[in-house]
């Protein structure tokens, strides 16, 4: 087989040529003494057609065939494919690698498996176009946010994940065994991008962010994927501004790099307006409680379902996908958010909020060294633990603030998925890193 | 003060106008009753002339400037800066961030300080103008792979850090409490993007690789920022073709948008061909012994010394900064490398080496279900705990390989920096995780 590999969606271009098409065997059907196969490979589906020495093959074969592409009956046309109108006229076929028995049905369109089933098999079940397209999106998501940073004037930095000190505060974390020495695993890249901030005033990270939450939720990881911003010289106003600027470019990005697989999911079309409308937390209470009767205007935090209901105002109200909220309290955010200097029980603090959920958080920060040194002896912890992202402060940084996506939020609400874990290639969980935690023989 | 902000860089263009630069001060000069100060910002820099209300900056203070933009005396006219014949006649000054008094000098060219300095005040010394300039190069090594391994038709992946098993075997690996459960930061993201091939056949990966060992040496970092492709029905000589031109694409990249500061590191021009000279190990080690009389013919490895003698040899024979060597001993490389079908004792591995040092390491894998589970039992490794990898060879995978580059080698490599260590913003070995370890009182 001196022929060079042609690829299923090229070969709509070689009716009448010979081919080589190097691929997965998707599905087989047999057809008395006639057999059809569907070939996949990276650029798609092709349809080969012979007789019994393909009915050796089955699902998940990698095969190398060779043939002739020739025109389909017009009866077996199938438009949904963009290689539904030929079809390959099998003349040698040889299987590269074989593959068990598939432990469910990989043919289907939709891959309808409980969530302990689709990653119990995750090296098989990443291979269903559905499942795939998943990632595809995941990778317009991170394309089109650092096309939006960059275009916000910020250089890429490399931050670690390894500290000596726990990022936050708080117990959270998973500790590392450090030549001898308890280091903990970053909650964020949050303190070092800060410190970047006097060296390029402008920077963004994609950083691995470890939480040993201990619970199970939809929507939360163990080890995500974080998108951040930082920018210096900046006030509040401003910094609502390149956070919307940021979140909605990443998402038109997203819908014109990916409008098919968004209409698959059946997902509709984006809604984002020149303005994204911007709420206080406290007025975003107060219309819920208009509109729901439910009084949550004591509350210091947005529940998952006061997310949902404000995001419904927003796109029934304001035609809007996307809703910033701002000022919440001081005590609910992290260490280094700036209370309001108005009110300082309220910070300057922000999440943006699309279809029903947080994608988006961040603030304007404490940017004073006595100011931090305080509030950290305030919060019961020690400014020892903090001595390199102390010294950032010490010999001088201008106001400042940022913003962080969570990756895996992004691709879950863009395509409406319904967990988390499903926008996650191998996802880590209190229950599972690849294979389940409670099935391991632990010496 | 309601001007908006001036860049540095843009005060040129506004000769003649009041501005108002938002900076840090890089120098104070005084001379009498003037007094001059350079003021840094992301942009560059910019001279203000004053009088004594000048005199109170520091070194790193925060300072909003605002005074008029007129042209330099000619006798006082600066080229080596863009902003050399411009100054801003002082106005206001507001500081707006005090720092402490400088513990080095902070003003000169060059940084020159011992490494443990450098790093004791790493959010001190990354703002040096010389240090920075690293990280702009080190954000274009970024770009400039992330393009070529597109260019190559590799879709962006996302990878886990954290696994149950250790990654290649060995005992260079970090462990985590992971809700109770021992697990461990893996040393690469190579099984990962392997269990990937299956679903996208091309794949590229930007992932943090984490390796215990209990050495310091001028090139290993203990956590590094791996840059990885892997691509599904290749042979060797594809492979090689293709890890070529991704270091090429590189960088050339690189030297394209960093060419002033390649020159400001007095670095000379690259010397990249067309073809980059192949050796095979041997080869290159009888090369090497007939170059200097040195005999490492039996050797199972190249040495560091090997490696610098035969970049030495591929810029004179061949005026190439490139070489990649080929057929390492298969005892020598991780246990997915496959052996030489036509010698076993060699294996379809390579790496490129750069300047004098390996920057790029990679092979042909064995993608055989059979063989594999073999292979790791011949290493005395349990196929259990590579559970879920050995799916993905299960369910039928073609030939494949790939490559890996490290983010830090390529950086100091291109800039001739001595030591791995000023190629990380914050660099973790053995001895330091920002602070000294052995400075902590641990609990």
Redesign the interface.
Request: avoid cysteine; glycine fraction near 2%.
């Given at each position: 087989m001196s022929l060079s590999?042609t690829l299923a969606i090229d070969t709509v271009k070689k009716i009448g040529d010979k081919v080589k098409v190097?691929s997965?065997?998707a599905t087989r059907r047999d057809h008395g003494k006639l057999v059809f196969v569907d070939l996949l490979?990276?650029s798609g589906i092709v349809q080969a057609v012979g007789g019994e020495e393909l009915s050796l093959l089955k699902p998940?074969?990698?095969v190398e065939i060779v043939g002739e592409v020739r025109n389909r009956p017009v009866a077996m046309i199938n438009k949904k494919i963009p290689t539904g109108e030929i079809e390959i006229a099998v003349e040698k076929v040889k299987i590269?690698?074989?593959?068990?028995e598939?432990p469910f049905d990989m043919g289907a369109e939709e891959l309808n498996l409980e969530l302990p089933t689709l990653f119990d098999?995750?090296?098989?079940t990443?291979?269903h176009p559905k499942v795939?397209k998943i990632?595809?999106v995941?990778?317009a998501v991170?394309?089109g946010f650092r096309r939006a940073a960059q275009k916000l004037?910020c250089?890429?930095?490399?931050?670690?994940?390894?500290?000596?000190s726990s990022t936050e505060g708080g117990a959270e974390v998973?500790?590392?065994?450090?030549?001898g020495?308890?280091?903990f695993?970053n909650q964020s890249p949050q303190l070092?991008k800060q410190?970047?901030v006097?060296?390029?005033?402008?920077v963004f990270t994609?950083s691995?962010a470890?939480r040993?939450e201990?619970s199970v939720t939809t929507r939360h990881l163990?080890?995500s994927?974080q998108l951040d911003c930082e920018f210096?010289?900046v006030d509040f106003e401003t910094l609502l501004d390149y956070l919307e600027e940021a979140g909605k470019e990443t998402l038109k990005y997203v819908e014109k790099n990916c409008k098919e697989i968004l209409a698959g999911f059946g997902m509709p079309k984006l809604k984002i307006n020149e303005k994204v409308p911007r709420l206080t937390m406290r007025e975003a209470q107060k219309i819920i409680f208009k509109r729901t009767g439910v009084d949550h205007t004591q509350e210091k935090d947005l529940g998952s379902e006061d997310e949902r209901e404000i995001c419904r105002w927003a796109l029934e109200e304001k035609q809007s996908d996307l809703v910033t909220i701002t000022h919440y309290p001081t005590a609910k955010r992290a260490f280094y958010t700036l209370p309001d200097p108005k009110d300082s029980e309220y910070s300057l603090s922000y999440d943006l909020l699309f279809r029903g959920m947080e994608i988006l958080s961040g603030s304007q920060r404490v940017?004073?060294?006595q100011d931090l040194v305080k509030i950290i002896k305030a919060r019961k912890m020690n400014p020892e633990d903090f001595?390199?992202?102390l010294?950032?402060f010490?010999?001088?940084?201008?106001?400042e603030g940022g913003f962080s996506f969570g990756?895996e939020r992004v691709t879950m609400q863009i395509l409406g998925l319904k967990n988390i874990r499903e926008a996650?290639?191998?996802p880590?969980d209190?229950e599972r890193?690849?294979?389940r935690?409670s099935t391991?023989n632990?010496k």
């Open positions: 590999r190097s997965w065997v490979d990276r998940q074969y990698v590269v690698s074989k593959a068990e598939m098999f995750r090296s098989l990443l291979r795939k990632f595809e995941q990778a991170m394309e004037g250089i890429e930095i490399f931050v670690p994940t390894v500290s000596i998973f500790s590392v065994n450090y030549y020495h308890k280091a695993m070092y410190m970047l006097p060296t390029f005033e402008r994609i691995h470890y040993a201990p163990s080890e994927v210096a010289f940017s004073d060294y001595e390199m992202y010294q950032a010490k010999y001088g940084m201008p106001p990756l996650s290639l191998f880590r209190m890193v690849d294979v935690l391991l632990e």
